[in-house]
């Protein structure tokens, strides 16, 4: 059987890792980006953002939206906190997030499920009463989260760590794609950019199976007409891999 070519649309470095574990599983992972991670640079804002980090020991819950903001969080607290203070709860949401800040030795725990609206639902609304409470993310990013924690009666600051930029592409890019069998958009705005790119100079890809991260861009996806869009519950590579497999019938032997 021949292999199925995955358009892989994360920002980097997570994309050239995936394309990697698609093609250990017997795929080949195609690489195109649709979200730039781009750190903050800007003087005023870096120093707003060092003098975060040194109060961040006045928050009882610091939570890391993506891989993107722990690793951005992790060497700001390498350069500000030798030793990082331990009343606060460390929390990422999605496995995948909190094994990048494991990683990097900061003690992080997760909820059951992989999104905003799963760490909501574990978060119990009484424990967050009078709670300071400090959402690491990147600029812009969706503020569901923030106003319910509020609703609960903690009180939320923001730490924005980067900007997610839209990645230019022409009609050769595309024109110059192998065949491409099954995409993966693992977030609202890497798919509203695909989405856009797509309308522009490769019109039938909206027929090919397309695996979303939650039921919330796979109904986003289906707005947009993408109406082969099916939610692989999660971002991480195991569920889309899983997804793939289950989806397209073509299982693999996994490490």
Request: net charge negative; aromatic share 8%; charged share 20%.
């Amino acid at each position: 059987m021949s292999k199925l070519n995955i358009l892989i649309t994360r920002p980097e470095p997570e994309n050239t890792l995936s394309c990697e574990r698609a093609t250990e599983q017997g795929f080949h992972g195609v690489s195109l980006p649709m979200l730039e991670i781009v750190p903050i640079s800007e003087a005023n804002k870096v120093a707003a953002i060092r003098s975060q980090v040194f109060n961040i020991d006045e928050f009882q819950y610091v939570i890391f939206v993506s891989k993107n903001a722990a690793r951005a969080a992790a060497e700001w607290l390498d350069d500000c906190w030798p030793m990082l203070p331990v009343n606060t709860h460390w929390i990422g949401i999605g496995k995948g997030t909190t094994e990048t800040l494991r990683a990097e030795n900061i003690p992080a725990i997760t909820n059951p499920g992989h999104t905003t609206e799963a760490l909501l639902e574990w978060l119990k609304p009484v424990k967050m009463r009078h709670q300071k409470v400090l959402i690491v993310r990147g600029e812009g990013g969706r503020p569901e989260l923030g106003e319910q924690l509020e609703k609960r009666g903690a009180h939320v600051q923001y730490l924005s760590l980067y900007e997610r930029k839209k990645p230019v592409y022409h009609a050769q890019t595309f024109a110059l794609l192998p065949d491409i069998h099954l995409i993966w958009a693992t977030s609202g705005e890497s798919l509203i950019n695909l989405n856009s790119y797509i309308e522009q100079f490769k019109p039938s890809f909206k027929s090919l199976l397309l695996l979303t991260p939650s039921e919330r861009v796979n109904t986003l996806a289906k707005t947009m007409g993408w109406h082969n869009a099916i939610c692989a519950n999660g971002a991480d590579d195991a569920s889309l891999i899983t997804a793939t497999e289950l989806h397209t019938g073509q299982q693999n032997d996994r490490d």
